[in-house]
């Protein structure tokens, strides 16, 4: 049986934050980059494909390939201390081991606190990320912009290849744009998301 469960303890909360401000520019938010590991690649997907029942089947193959036990999921936006621990006496961070199945992981994105079930991860994140255990991988998500990011390195992962995974170019064309007036994303933000997050 699998242990999926949200972090309720300090030191686990503390243990996983270590983890994610090793891998992330915690404060940073896109455009700008927020991977400090050095990925060699990056793939980006649509945000509400990532909160579907069908992306785990997904990140199970990424944990397959590169020897993952689990994946920490976690939200920066609502702030999980100041808001989420604050209002609810648990973080709205979870562990999701291997071996899970896609009706679990989606039965944890929709698992609200009793008192507010709109509070589920699936409803109120602006701000996600998922880490793997051998820190192969990594993925930023923001609501806003519509979009995940994906990094990774091209040995660990080797050719493996999603439908559901975008180029950056081709993602602000179909995502990103749709959360912009007129469609129109600023030269600005086309710019800095190219810069950090495109492999051409």
């Known amino acids: 049986m699998s ?11 503390e243990e996983a934050t270590h983890w994610v401000t090793k891998t992330f520019n915690y404060e940073q938010r896109l455009p700008n980059q927020v991977c400090k590991v050095p990925f060699q690649k990056t793939v980006v997907l649509d945000f509400d494909h990532a909160m579907s029942r069908s992306f785990w089947n997904e990140l199970e193959e990424l944990m397959c390939l590169s020897g993952d036990s689990f994946v920490i999921m976690a939200v920066l936006d609502p702030n999980p201390v100041d808001y989420y621990y604050k209002e609810f006496s648990r973080y709205n961070w979870c562990v999701l081991q ?20 709109a509070d589920a991860i699936l409803f109120n994140s602006e701000v996600v990320v998922m880490l793997s255990s051998s820190m192969k991988w990594a993925i930023w998500g923001e609501r806003s912009y519509g979009i995940c990011v994906l990094g990774f390195n091209d040995a660990d992962i080797g050719d493996y290849n999603s439908e559901s995974w975008f180029t950056m170019d081709k993602a602000i064309t179909d995502l990103v744009s749709l959360n912009f007036r007129n469609y129109t994303v600023p030269e600005e933000i086309i710019s800095k998301l190219m810069k950090f997050y495109s492999n051409i």
């Open 3 to 13: 242990q999926n469960k949200f972090i309720k303890d300090k030191k686990q909360f």
């Open 98 to 117: 291997k071996g899970t199945t896609a009706d679990e992981y989606w039965s944890m994105l929709e698992q609200g606190p009793e008192e507010s079930p």
